[in-house]
């Protein structure tokens, strides 16, 4: 490729580059390099994880959970109801009393040994994470998991530091924390929940997803293990009525909810009449924005991190790429030779890029958008990849030709759907960007640090990812603006989430 | 000689930096203890509200983006011009039934509040930050920026303090508001809006409207362009309204009915905070330790 010296914007403009179609498929076969589960004990049943030891729940009744990459059932597990709720409620408060007064510097060993044996059975717990969720091995070996353990790490410490974190206040826990989480990052939800609560001084109950409940129900087992005191974290399996129960108890004194945004608002509705304390994160349509001046190969990278990463099944999804005109068709391109080369298929291949769609319910309703966007004009383009028979799988997907109006623009799909527009100025793009009830994530591409500056202090999101995107830490303050909930989950700021003063 | 008829005054709303009648035409009749009628105040409407509110959007992000410092040199004027108005707030006070000893002690407290305020504005951010060391090569640092438009049904029992501690900590964090004065006792609304209409303050960023409570607290906490509401009040069903209403849009609610507004517990940067939003920033860097390049 030669390079235009005459004018910049030629160069850019995508008609010097060679038509070239790079074939990816035929040379970049690699063999099969599956991570193996033989080592992983699952049971064909989970009980209730009330009070420290596993029961069985009032209803007798127990649901299946399914490897989304090849339908097959893993186990089942079971449905709590109102009485188990109220059952594990009171565990969990009859524990609060110990548990808070319990000195920081103890609360925080029993914090710390959770993360050691996590990191120690880190494998175990990955695999399980990609064959109940269907995410690629490579996220949860390298992402999901070593977060999820250095996320108890780091709150361990501040257990005995919590006057530090607020200056001229006399920090107290809340009591008991009712807690729901998604099934995008199962165990990593579950610790950002459990390990701030903890080490506040809280005790907890805690509902995971009804369709990844697997890593929770091994987390009670390794909490159990821990010798962690009996009901101070209880963990109960459920669909939405068992959240419902949760989140109306009467002697809940605080709800932390991850979820969608309607959910969160019928939570913020029905706790209104109480005194329950309330973090919500919620949904987000984070927009991406590549600038002229970006270094656009890497600026490809992280349009393609932004919206493939865990099929797309992320709050902060960089699912509205605004990319500037004059780098549009050679960021395309390059985008769409990018996406040639991603490996759909098993996600516990570690060559793997994008693994199942969680659900069936929730591959139709991306199917469902993907159709609203051809339905809408939007010009569609997938990489020529196939997809396994068996299981939910969905080809990454691009929209070109769409606008603010368009649904796909403005929804949250929670897939591997990406909707690009272009833009000339920033004060065009900031308004598009902002131009939404959420205000979760956003990111910005360009070499200049004033315009970095600029567009991070006007963006209205959370967290503003600038030549980055999808990066997770928990000594970072993570959650929304606006629709996309309120409070933080991470960092200093994560702990007032659990505390009165 | 002819002894002088007195000018009286008109007591309206402020609303974008000018001072409306209500757009409803309606009013309610103040009387004094011997019941007469001290003043014709506006019986505000959901329409005053929702023009309030957008004088308010629209002053917000010049607001909050001017420099801390430039906030906390309006917020020092208007307690100058507080200072300067002094016998006018306490004679309404007496007017509205306080002691003069009362009415010194609040009008006084309310001048210090502002001027605490006023400190506070370019100074909570560093309270409030971090820089976030994050186990990858990037710099990560979280700061508080205004949440936006917040709608404040301010305290009952006081007709300036009230609305001085409500105001204060909003608009020294970058936020823009519409406050409700107190029914009972709404002279020194007006008076107040005056004395931020001298003071250098864009119009737009303080609007105060008076009228019930009752009636305006749905319209405060359903609009969906309103980014918090802040309660003073003690009405259960009231508080209620505005945390189901809230859920419409996600808004941030705060109910301070426990705080005793003439003490100094009424002060603190956490009240700032609480209409403030965390905002993380990350970017790589290149070669930190054995790190890989960020980009």
């Not at chain 1, 070996?141 to 206040?169: Q, S, T």
């Not at chain 1, 797309?312 to 960021?331: N, P």
């Not at chain 1, 996406?339 to 291949?349: A, F, I, K, Q, W």
């Not at chain 2, 003069?100 to 409030?128: H, L, N, P």
């Amino acid at each position: 490729m030669k390079e235009n010296k005459n004018t910049k914007k030629a160069f850019y403009s995508g008609k010097d580059l060679p038509e070239v179609k790079l074939k990816f498929n035929s040379a970049w076969d690699l063999a099969p390099a599956p991570e193996d589960s033989k080592h992983v004990s699952i049971k064909k049943q989970y009980d209730l994880f009330i009070n420290g030891e596993f029961v069985k729940p009032n209803s007798k009744k127990y649901f299946a959970t399914y490897n989304p990459a090849t339908d097959e059932k893993i186990s089942e597990v079971a449905d709590a109801d109102e009485k188990d709720v109220d059952k594990a409620v009171k565990a969990a408060r009859a524990a609060f009393g110990k548990w808070s007064k319990l000195s920081g510097k103890e609360r925080g060993k029993y914090i710390y040994r959770i993360a050691r044996l996590m990191q120690e059975r880190a494998r175990e717990f990955a695999v399980i994470e990609t064959m109940d969720g269907g995410k690629p091995i490579r996220e949860s070996r390298d992402i999901d998991v070593p977060l999820a353990a250095n996320h108890f790490f780091y709150y361990a410490g501040w257990a005995d530091k919590l006057e530090y974190a607020f200056p001229n206040r006399n920090p107290k826990p809340l009591g008991v924390a009712g807690q729901i989480i998604p099934w995008n990052f199962p165990l990593l939800m579950a610790a950002w929940k459990i390990a701030p609560a903890l080490a506040a001084g809280n005790t907890v109950v805690l509902k995971p997803a009804e369709t990844t409940p697997l890593t929770a129900l091994k987390l009670a087992e390794l909490i159990r293990d821990s010798g962690l005191p009996k009901g101070v974290v209880n963990i109960i399996t459920g669909a939405g009525k068992t959240g419902a129960a949760i989140v109306n108890h009467p002697d809940i004194n605080k709800i932390a909810f991850t979820g969608s945004t309607n959910v969160g608002k019928w939570i913020q509705k029905s706790i209104a009449g109480t005194d329950k304390k309330c973090t919500l994160e919620l949904g987000g349509k984070a927009a991406n924005i590549i600038f002229e001046d970006a270094p656009l190969d890497q600026a490809v990278e992280g349009i393609i991190n932004g919206i493939f990463f865990n099929q797309g099944h992320v709050c902060c999804a960089g699912s509205r790429l605004f990319v500037q005109e004059s780098v549009a068709d050679v960021v395309i391109r390059k985008l769409k030779d990018r996406m040639e080369t991603l490996r759909v298929g098993d996600p516990m291949d570690k060559n793997t890029d994008i693994g199942a769609i969680n659900s069936k319910q929730q591959l139709l309703k991306i199917q469902e958008y993907i159709n609203i966007g051809k339905n809408e004009g939007g010009e569609i383009y997938q990489p020529s990849c196939s997809l396994p028979k068996k299981g939910n799988f969905c080809k990454p997907t691009i929209f070109l030709n769409v606008s603010q109006s368009h649904r796909i623009v403005q929804e949250e799909i929670f897939g591997p759907v990406l909707a690009i527009q272009t833009f000339r100025t920033i004060e065009e793009v900031i308004e598009k960007a902002n131009n939404i009830p959420y205000g979760l994530s956003a990111g910005v591409w360009t070499d200049k640090g004033s315009k970095i500056f600029n567009l991070t202090s006007k963006l209205k999101a959370g967290v503003i990812w600038a030549n980055t995107y999808n990066k997770f830490d928990p000594t970072s303050p993570f959650g929304g603006y606006k629709e996309s909930g309120f409070g933080r989950e991470g960092g200093l700021h994560g702990l007032g989430a659990y505390l009165q003063f | 000689m002819a002894t002088r008829i007195e000018i009286q005054k008109t007591y309206k709303i402020y609303i974008g930096g000018q001072f409306p009648r209500t757009e409803s035409g309606r009013y309610y009749p103040l009387k004094n203890k011997k019941g007469d009628v001290m003043a014709n105040i506006c019986l505000s409407s959901r329409k005053d509200f929702r023009n309030a509110e957008v004088a308010a959007r629209g002053a917000q992000s010049g607001w909050g983006s001017r420099a801390a410092f430039n906030r906390a040199q309006i917020l020092y004027r208007i307690a100058e011009m507080l200072e300067g108005r002094k016998e006018q707030f306490i004679s309404e006070l007496v007017l509205q039934g306080s002691t003069v000893a009362a009415a010194k002690q609040e009008v006084e407290t309310s001048i210090d509040r502002m001027v605490y305020y006023s400190g506070w504005c370019d100074k909570f951010q560093a309270i409030y930050s971090s820089v976030n060391p994050v186990a990858s090569s990037h710099f990560n640092f979280s700061v508080p920026e205004p949440t936006g438009v917040v709608a404040i049904i301010a305290d009952e029992a006081t007709s300036l303090l009230g609305l001085v501690t409500a105001i204060a900590p909003v608009i020294a964090g970058g936020n823009t508001c519409i406050v409700l004065a107190s029914e009972t006792k709404p002279l020194c609304a007006v008076t107040f809006a005056e004395v931020l209409n001298s003071s250098d303050l864009p119009g737009g960023v303080v609007n105060i409207l008076t009228g019930s409570s009752s009636e305006l607290h749905e319209h405060f906490s359903s609009h969906m362009d309103v980014n918090a509401v802040v309660y003073y009040r003690n009405n259960k069903a009231e508080i209620k309204t505005i945390k189901e209403n809230a859920s419409l849009n996600v808004k941030r609610v705060f109910v301070y009915n426990k705080i005793n507004i003439a003490t100094e517990k009424a002060e603190s940067p956490y009240f700032i905070f609480d209409t403030q939003e965390i905002k993380t920033t990350w970017h790589p860097i290149e070669n930190i330790g054995t790190s890989k390049a960020g980009y």
